[in-house]
T-cell receptor
């Protein structure tokens, strides 16, 4: 079944640790996205990709980085986690125009202590 | 630029009540319009969509009609259930420009038995 997967679902980690949030999709979508969702529910686009070897900064500045070496995989990395990075991170994918909407993963809830 | 404005929440209703969540938009060109739902602890799921004026999207008893003259896409349901408790996001996407999904701020809905 075509879908989009995020791991881990929950992560509690200490300040200064390096972390990678995984996102994989089996739909063959070219475009992928990372959103950060604050406690007030608002969604902020932090990274997106048009395809392999393409990465772009989103509307909200983020200290995280992303890579796109394979079509199906779009991991997000924080080199040194801080409490201000505590948030819900949502990955999504779409066909090239995005005109028919995005498919979202279940999210990773990150807590940095 | 493109933007979406949603009815502010939270919204609390009794089971079997009629639901309306207002959504208006500003966009250049002819956007597609979407409603997404986020259940507690989950990612976003596409609830319904409409890709041109006067289209009606429907799913799970929810409906929304694309009104170009009033730039609106209000979400309605005739009889809500406790299981409808969630956060609802209105969104738009255009083929022109950056082709990114633009979200409203979300409306939290709670249904009491």
């Amino acid at each position: 079944e075509a879908d989009i997967y995020q791991t881990p679902r929950y992560l509690v980690i200490g300040t200064g640790k390096k972390i990678t949030l995984e996102c994989s999709q089996t739909m063959g979508h070219d475009k992928m996205y990372w959103y950060q969702q604050d406690p007030g529910m608002e969604l902020h686009l932090i990274h997106y990709s048009y395809g392999v070897n393409s990465t772009e900064k989103g509307d909200l500045s983020s200290e995280s980085t992303v890579s796109r070496i394979r079509t199906e995989h779009f991991p997000l990395t924080l080199e040194s986690a801080r409490p201000s990075h505590t948030s819900q991170y949502l990955c999504a994918s779409s066909e090239p125009s995005g005109f028919y909407g995005y498919t979202f993963g279940s999210g990773t809830r990150l807590t940095v202590v | 630029g493109n933007s979406v404005t949603q009815m502010e929440g939270p919204v609390t209703l009794s089971e079997e009540a009629f639901l309306t969540i207002n959504c208006t938009y500003t966009a250049t060109g002819y956007p597609s319009l979407f409603w997404y739902v986020q259940y507690p602890g989950e990612g976003l799921q596409l609830l319904l969509k409409a890709t041109k004026a006067d289209d009606k999207g429907s799913n799970k008893g929810f409906e929304a009609t694309y009104r170009k003259e009033t730039t609106s896409f209000h979400l309605e349901k005739g009889s809500v259930q406790v299981s409808d408790s969630a956060v609802y996001f209105c969104a738009l996407s255009t083929i022109q420009g950056a082709q990114k999904l633009v979200f409203g701020q979300g409306t939290r809905l709670t249904i009491n038995p």
